[in-house]
Nanobody, 117 residues
Framework: QGQLVESGGGLVLAGGSLRLSCEAPARVFRVAAMNWFRQAPGKQRELVAG???????NYADSVKGRFTISRDNTKNTAYLQMNSLKPDDTAVYHC???????????WGQGTQVTVSS
Protein backbone atom coordinates (compact mmCIF):
# COMPACT_ATOMS: atom_id res chain seq x y z
CA GLN A 1 0.00 0.00 0.00
CA GLY A 2 1.18 3.52 -0.78
CA GLN A 3 3.45 2.52 -3.63
CA LEU A 4 0.91 3.01 -6.39
CA VAL A 5 -0.70 6.32 -7.29
CA GLU A 6 -4.08 6.13 -9.00
CA SER A 7 -6.02 8.85 -10.73
CA GLY A 8 -8.85 9.35 -13.18
CA GLY A 9 -12.01 8.23 -11.45
CA GLY A 10 -15.16 10.30 -11.33
CA LEU A 11 -18.81 10.61 -12.24
CA VAL A 12 -19.93 9.98 -15.80
CA LEU A 13 -23.19 9.39 -17.64
CA ALA A 14 -23.95 5.97 -19.05
CA GLY A 15 -22.27 5.60 -22.43
CA GLY A 16 -19.44 7.88 -21.43
CA SER A 17 -15.74 7.23 -20.99
CA LEU A 18 -13.09 7.52 -18.33
CA ARG A 19 -9.39 6.69 -18.21
CA LEU A 20 -7.75 5.49 -15.04
CA SER A 21 -4.01 5.81 -14.47
CA CYS A 22 -1.73 3.98 -12.08
CA GLU A 23 1.86 5.09 -11.55
CA ALA A 24 4.23 2.58 -9.97
CA PRO A 25 7.83 2.59 -8.73
CA ALA A 26 10.23 2.35 -11.66
CA ARG A 27 12.36 -0.30 -9.96
CA VAL A 28 9.60 -2.93 -10.21
CA PHE A 29 7.22 -1.73 -12.89
CA ARG A 30 8.96 -3.24 -15.89
CA VAL A 31 9.06 -6.75 -14.44
CA ALA A 32 5.56 -6.75 -13.04
CA ALA A 33 2.10 -7.51 -14.28
CA MET A 34 -0.40 -4.73 -13.72
CA ASN A 35 -4.02 -5.43 -12.92
CA TRP A 36 -7.19 -3.48 -12.31
CA PHE A 37 -9.74 -4.81 -9.84
CA ARG A 38 -13.05 -3.34 -8.81
CA GLN A 39 -15.40 -3.73 -5.91
CA ALA A 40 -18.98 -2.56 -5.86
CA PRO A 41 -20.97 -2.18 -2.62
CA GLY A 42 -22.11 -5.57 -1.36
CA LYS A 43 -20.13 -7.45 -4.00
CA GLN A 44 -16.85 -9.30 -4.04
CA ARG A 45 -13.79 -7.75 -5.58
CA GLU A 46 -13.32 -8.84 -9.17
CA LEU A 47 -10.49 -8.72 -11.66
CA VAL A 48 -11.38 -6.35 -14.48
CA ALA A 49 -8.26 -6.48 -16.64
CA GLY A 50 -4.60 -7.40 -16.50
CA UNK A 51 -1.48 -6.85 -18.56
CA UNK A 52 1.77 -8.77 -18.23
CA UNK A 53 5.24 -7.26 -18.35
CA UNK A 54 5.36 -8.47 -21.95
CA UNK A 55 2.11 -6.76 -22.89
CA UNK A 56 -0.31 -9.69 -22.94
CA UNK A 57 -3.76 -8.69 -21.79
CA ASN A 58 -6.80 -10.37 -20.31
CA TYR A 59 -10.26 -9.05 -19.49
CA ALA A 60 -13.35 -9.98 -17.56
CA ASP A 61 -16.13 -11.02 -19.89
CA SER A 62 -18.26 -8.13 -18.64
CA VAL A 63 -15.84 -5.51 -19.97
CA LYS A 64 -14.49 -7.12 -23.15
CA GLY A 65 -14.83 -4.81 -26.10
CA ARG A 66 -15.39 -1.77 -23.87
CA PHE A 67 -12.29 -1.52 -21.67
CA THR A 68 -8.66 -1.46 -22.75
CA ILE A 69 -5.68 -1.93 -20.46
CA SER A 70 -2.28 -0.64 -21.51
CA ARG A 71 1.09 0.25 -20.04
CA ASP A 72 3.77 2.81 -20.76
CA ASN A 73 7.13 1.57 -19.52
CA THR A 74 8.72 4.98 -20.11
CA LYS A 75 6.31 6.51 -17.58
CA ASN A 76 5.97 3.51 -15.24
CA THR A 77 2.24 3.86 -15.64
CA ALA A 78 -0.63 1.53 -16.44
CA TYR A 79 -3.92 2.73 -17.85
CA LEU A 80 -7.48 1.49 -18.04
CA GLN A 81 -9.49 3.12 -20.80
CA MET A 82 -13.17 2.58 -20.12
CA ASN A 83 -15.67 3.25 -22.88
CA SER A 84 -19.41 2.69 -23.18
CA LEU A 85 -19.69 2.76 -19.42
CA LYS A 86 -22.75 1.25 -17.78
CA PRO A 87 -24.26 1.80 -14.32
CA ASP A 88 -23.09 -1.75 -13.46
CA ASP A 89 -19.50 -0.51 -13.84
CA THR A 90 -19.96 1.66 -10.76
CA ALA A 91 -17.36 0.57 -8.19
CA VAL A 92 -14.13 1.47 -6.48
CA TYR A 93 -11.34 0.56 -8.88
CA HIS A 94 -8.01 -0.60 -7.48
CA CYS A 95 -4.72 -0.89 -9.29
CA UNK A 96 -2.51 -3.86 -8.44
CA UNK A 97 1.13 -4.56 -9.22
CA UNK A 98 2.22 -8.18 -9.09
CA UNK A 99 5.84 -9.05 -9.73
CA UNK A 100 5.27 -12.79 -9.47
CA UNK A 101 8.44 -14.60 -8.49
CA UNK A 102 10.00 -11.34 -7.25
CA UNK A 103 7.47 -11.43 -4.44
CA UNK A 104 6.22 -7.85 -4.69
CA UNK A 105 2.52 -7.10 -4.62
CA UNK A 106 1.26 -3.54 -4.27
CA TRP A 107 -2.24 -2.08 -4.19
CA GLY A 108 -3.44 1.39 -4.98
CA GLN A 109 -5.69 3.35 -2.68
CA GLY A 110 -8.68 2.97 -4.96
CA THR A 111 -10.56 5.45 -7.10
CA GLN A 112 -14.33 5.77 -7.30
CA VAL A 113 -16.05 5.37 -10.64
CA THR A 114 -19.74 6.23 -10.69
CA VAL A 115 -21.86 5.77 -13.80
CA SER A 116 -25.29 7.32 -13.72
CA SER A 117 -28.15 6.28 -15.96
Amino acid sequence: QGQLVESGGGLVLAGGSLRLSCEAPARVFRVAAMNWFRQAPGKQRELVAGITSGGETNYADSVKGRFTISRDNTKNTAYLQMNSLKPDDTAVYHCNLDSGAWGINYWGQGTQVTVSS
